[in-house]
């Protein structure tokens, strides 16, 4: 657990598993950083700006794309959502 961001890690990981996609896929969209995800759960501390912006794509991503209705069209939907 990160001891510089634990809310912001508990956000992520409840995105992540809302919209079934991985860590990497979230690095990569939100931050252009594929080992964002990485380096965060190691402790990596963040600019404010850069948590505004990973929680504004968050935002803009539950409010463009409901989560999944079952996990049997989880596939389309993360590729809809993201």
Known sequence: MSRYHPDLLDEIETFLA???????????????DPHFMRDIRGDRCLRPESVMKVRAFMRERDTATPAPASSDTS????????
């Open 18 to 32: 809302r919209h079934e996609v991985s860590a990497t896929t979230f690095g990569r969209l939100a931050m252009n």
């Open 75 to 82: 596939a389309q939907n993360v590729g809809q959502a993201l």
